[in-house]
């Protein structure tokens, strides 16, 4: 069974410059998450799908970032405009989705995509 | 809310030597606990999770990890570690309830396994 798979697995960038990450999950899995994880530090939940509905973009910070799976599958997530903070590893998860008392699904993560805002 | 402290930054130890990577964490409800690993340039791997029954967990390639509730702590330990298992390693809580809760990771341990 294939796993999470995301592309770019690498992108160096120039900052103002915009971006895209995209994210293929688990066939099967209907939750899907991006996280980002900067240099020395775990991973920090950006937004989470139920299908193609976003249930937690709190994290997500508007004003430059926005993500979208349109059809409930695949996802992308973008930048415009990049800055330089914004270096670090963009995680795409993967989940069964929730239902009735089920309180615990395993995430299972893609290999990453590392950004580099020059 | 949730928290993790990850008590140790880099871990160094020689190959076939013992390892506990420490692991604290701060809730007000009960929890799920997780560790899992990410080798260099890929994503994260689930080692082993506590989510009930025994408080003594067994994982993946010869891990385990002990739930001790009074000192909310849940150290990963091996007994005898291999090169292969250089890598960082994250602790993870989310809360035990129905429905989506967040999962709360650590800053990570990075384990160094020397020859």
């Known amino acids: 069974e294939a796993g999470v798979v995301q592309s770019p697995r690498y992108k160096i960038i120039e900052k103002k410059q915009p971006v895209a990450f995209w994210c293929n999950p688990i066939?099967?899995?209907?939750?899907l998450y991006w996280y980002l994880q900067n240099l020395g530090q775990g991973p920090e939940l950006l937004i989470r799908y139920e299908n193609e509905e976003a249930v937690d973009d709190s994290q997500l910070p508007k004003d430059r970032f926005s993500a979208e799976r349109l059809k409930g599958v695949d996802s992308t997530l973008k930048i415009q405009p990049a800055e330089l903070g914004d270096s670090a590893v963009y995680l795409c998860?993967?989940?069964?989705?929730?239902?009735?008392?089920?309180?615990?699904?395993?995430?299972?993560f893609g290999p990453g995509t590392r950004l580099t805002v020059l | 809310a949730q928290s993790v402290t990850q008590l140790d930054s880099q871990v160094p130890v020689f190959e076939e030597a013992p390892v506990e990577l420490r692991c604290n964490y701060s809730s007000s409800v009960s929890v799920y606990l997780f560790w899992y690993v990410q080798y260099p340039n890929q994503g994260l791997q689930l080692l082993l999770k506590y989510l009930s029954g025994s408080t003594l967990v067994k994982g993946i390639n010869g891990f385990e990890a002990e739930f001790n509730k009074s000192q909310t702590s849940f150290h990963l330990r091996k007994p005898s570690v291999h090169i292969s298992d250089t890598a960082e390693y994250f602790c993870a809580v989310t809360r035990r309830g129905g429905g989506y809760n967040k999962l709360i990771f650590g800053a990570g341990t990075r384990l160094a396994v020397h020859p």
């Open positions: 066939s099967g899995h209907n939750t």
């Open positions: 998860a993967s989940s069964f989705g929730f239902s009735g008392g089920s309180s615990y699904n395993e995430q299972f």
